[in-house]
């Protein structure tokens, strides 16, 4: 069992979705007990729907929070499969939060020049205080995936280019940037991740193995 990690094993996905929004609103409250704003990203995929509608729900200082993303898909503005979609959807829209917290990737520039912009807008905010991930079937977080060039990058946000899931061309927060995060939360569902988690357990050098210590939130049916 790789002691890095922090597990908190819950019956399903609901389960998991409630204990991640009550832990993540949590550590947010902790932040602010100490500074004036709180920088977290947030993961695309599907996983994550059901925390961020809770999340969304919750009585939280949204002016106070600026929300980012640790991955973008490069598809056009709006594109019902980009990451920013789907957490406009379930959180920036339900949550009414301000324009000027949401720090989408402009990912329809192109994964370079969208890399580079948002590379430039985190050295702005500085610090990320949390870093909410998923992870996918073969181990990636972000779209950081395994063996891909962009694992090697150093700047803040980077091109990937060639991704296995689809679409291929990308933008991800380096493995760096999720290192230097003040929390890692992850959340892992489904028997579909099953043997990615038995890897991770196991210390294995998954993508999801090398970006820091992680809370990981997962049902049973993910870690057995
Ligand atoms: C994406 C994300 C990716 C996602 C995992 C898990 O673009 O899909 O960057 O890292 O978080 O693949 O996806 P699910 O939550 O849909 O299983």
New binding site residues.
Partial sequence: MNTLHHWHIHADPDAVAQAAANFLAERIWAVLDDLDDCHIAL??????AACLRRLAAMALPWGRIHWYL??E?CLPSGDPER?DSLIQDCLWGPAAIPADNCHPIRAEAGALAAAADYSELLALAGHLDIVL????EDG????LFPDNPALALTDAAVPVFNAP?PPPE?V?LSVPTLQAAGLRIA?IT?AG?AQAVRQLKAGAALPINQVGELEIFADRAAAG
């Fill in positions: 993961p695309g995929g599907t996983t994550p640790g991955d898909r990451n991930l998923g992870m996918g990636h977080t972000a779209s899931k990308r991800s959340l489904g991740k």
